[in-house]
């Protein structure tokens, strides 16, 4: 509180006294004004500060507020949040359950050795972020698909490094404002699409195409660098989850995104990779630095759960080529490994050898007793992944899969429409099945109507559908230069097996925690009953929001399918998020994708996109 300056004249204390008490009253509207309706900016316990007006579209509100807990509640959402404040601009690439920081704080036990430290670890409730991810400085509406194959502007991802540290290797290379990828990798300087190309003619597929036409459709890249290896096989459409934890080479993973091509932070530690089994016809791994053999081959068999009946492992690393003493032996004790498993070689040349899985069970039926990895056991699920450890067994193939000798899957694009195998898994019948597949094609038909005066042919790239179930949302959008991430939670039936036998990515997640992937990493999300989802375990909405935008890019949209009194709780919230209406319709009742609630109460499309807004610190080196 300021004081007046006393001269003796009444006119001065007069004025004094009166500027007194009106910065008195302006403190009060203040400080109770956001305890009441402000929302803290907590990063583990500890307040950040809050830029309020010096960033665009914010309030004039100074200083660190404390959050009513009633604005967390799930069941109080009709609270208006006056302001989120703006966290650190350190934290502009914070991913929560993936924050060493946060390790380091909660001194957690872990074995470094194993990688633990690269999985996931979410903070509790009371120690996550309350507050809006703020852009790096300078940043920009992201480059177009599909220039940014290509290249991405530097100060989005403000980390050259790797340019340094990869420049003999081609990874990526500054120019200016921008950042190029000539296409390069550890061992394909010369560019991916030869090296693709070289691994199609090794395995004898015509006009050396690696969709081996059309039998070759997923692909997990292991260790993938900035996902160039990804890239360019999407020429060929092949659809590649390119995969690396958040190491010493930080933000590849944010490059591949920037990028616009399939990725997702993970690593092969302790637990099973997020993937059902018999999810991907090929891996690779280049160059990616992984001891295979450690743990009685542990990381090699999960590799091995992955892969589909037939599927292949290409590996190009100097064990594979190198004729030193070292790599020479890592090279024996490798063979012998794969040779129990039942892999045989299908071609080794150069710097690469291919392996390939078996088509059935008869090879690990012929093996000698108590020959090292054993299979799993008959009772173990092979596709349970929500932080389920790995096991170092081999996992085998179902009657169905032994007695077919192989998936049974269509060549792609006919897998995409065509009834999945393993559709009977969930007592699902055809008829169910493609009336899902075309119910989702008029309703993302409608979406984009709905979108028409803000979306055209290049605005989105990277899609989620936050609720996938049979993955038809994305099959809708084939005909669309867009790939879409499929979530499917760990707490219903694990329909991501059926994702990936339509030729589909996606992953397992509950929306109750973070997602793994960076900041401004998704132009679109498709949130379909989720804010229900969550409300019914308990969880809160406003940290989904919160969440939704940290992963959202700038000028990205939300798609929000839901019962009408939910969207009218997230309204509420729309100017403290930055968020602007595009549309919003009523759902037909009776509608065969919605259940109506007891009380008949409709559901509502509501479609917003996110504001690009900018901290002060940004704002003054854009201008």
């Not at 006119?11 to 009441?36: D, E, H, N, T």
Request: net charge negative.
């Amino acid at each position: 509180m300021m004081r007046g300056r006393s001269d003796g004249g009444l006119k001065k204390r007069l004025i004094a006294s009166v500027c007194v008490v009106a910065l008195f009253v302006c403190f009060l509207f203040m400080y109770y004004g956001s305890s009441s309706q402000g929302a803290s900016a907590l990063e583990y316990g500890r307040s950040l500060r809050k830029l309020g007006s010096s960033y665009l579209g914010g309030d004039d509100d100074n200083g660190d507020t404390k959050q009513d807990d009633s604005v967390t509640n799930a069941e109080d959402s009709l609270v208006v949040a006056k302001s989120f404040p703006v966290c650190d601009d350190r934290h502009s690439e914070i991913i929560p359950c993936l924050d060493r920081n946060f390790i380091y704080q909660m001194r957690l036990k872990l074995d470094l050795s194993l990688m633990e430290h690269y999985e996931r670890h979410c903070p509790p409730p009371e120690r996550r972020f309350n507050c809006l991810i703020p852009p790096p400085s300078g940043y920009k509406v992201p480059i177009k698909w599909p220039k940014s194959r290509d290249e991405v502007w530097k100060a989005n991802i403000p980390h050259t490094h790797l340019a340094k540290e990869k420049s003999d290797q081609n990874w990526m290379v500054e120019k200016g404002e921008k950042i190029s990828f000539p296409g390069g990798g550890t061992h394909f300087h010369y560019g991916a699409d030869k090296y693709i190309a070289s691994i199609a003619n090794m395995l004898n597929f015509s006009n050396d195409v690696l969709n081996d036409e059309g039998r070759l459709r997923t692909v997990l890249d292991v260790g993938c660098g900035v996902a160039s290896f990804g890239a360019y096989l999407l020429a060929s459409d092949i659809l590649t989850m390119s995969l690396a934890p958040n190491d010493v080479h930080q933000n590849q993973i944010q490059f591949a995104l920037e990028r616009g091509i399939p990725a997702y932070l993970g690593v092969l530690g302790t637990k099973r990779l997020p993937y059902p089994s018999r999810s991907f016809e090929l891996a690779h791994c280049s160059r990616c630095r992984i001891d295979w053999l450690q743990r009685d081959g542990l990381l090699l068999l999960e590799l091995d759960r992955v892969l589909r009946p037939g599927g292949y492992f290409a590996y190009s690393s100097p064990e594979a080529y190198a004729q030193d003493e070292e790599n020479l032996k890592i090279w024996k004790e490798m063979s012998a490994l794969v040779e129990r498993m039942c892999w045989r070689i299908a071609v080794k040349r150069n710097q690469t050898v291919v392996w390939q899985k078996p088509l059935s069970n008869d090879c690990y039926l012929e093996r000698e007793p108590g020959t090292q990895p054993p299979l799993c056991r008959s009772d173990a699920d092979p596709d349970a992944v929500a932080g389920v450890a790995m096991e170092a067994c081999i996992t085998p193939y179902s009657k169905h899969d032994h007695k077919t000798k192989g998936s049974g899957l269509a060549p792609w694009p006919a897998r995409l429409t065509s009834s999945p195998p393993r559709l009977a898994d969930f007592g699902y019948s055809t008829d169910m099945f493609e009336k899902d597949t075309e119910l989702w094609k008029q309703q993302v038909d409608s979406y984009w109507n709905l979108m028409s005066s803000k979306v055209k042919s290049n605005t989105v790239r990277n899609i989620m559908d936050m609720k996938a179930h049979m993955g038809s949302f994305a099959a809708a959008l084939k005909d669309k230069d867009v790939w879409v991430m499929n979530v499917v939670s760990p707490d219903g039936p694990n329909t991501l097996k059926l994702i990936y036998d339509r030729g589909l990515i996606g992953t397992n997640h509950n929306w109750c925690e973070a997602f793994s992937t960076y900041p401004r990493t998704y132009d679109l999300l498709h949130a379909w009953s989720v804010f229900s989802d969550i409300k019914s375990k308990g969880c809160s909405a406003e940290d989904l929001l919160i969440e939704m935008d940290r992963i959202l890019r700038p000028t990205g949209f939300v798609i929000i399918r839901d019962k009408q009194s939910v969207v009218e709780s997230i309204k509420k919230y729309l100017q403290a998020l930055h968020w602007e209406t595009v549309a919003s319709e009523k759902v037909n009742t009776g509608s065969e994708l919605d259940q109506d609630s007891e009380d008949g109460e409709n559901n509502v499309v509501f479609i917003v996109q996110k504001k690009l807004w900018l901290t002060s610190e940004s704002l003054r080196d854009t201008e």
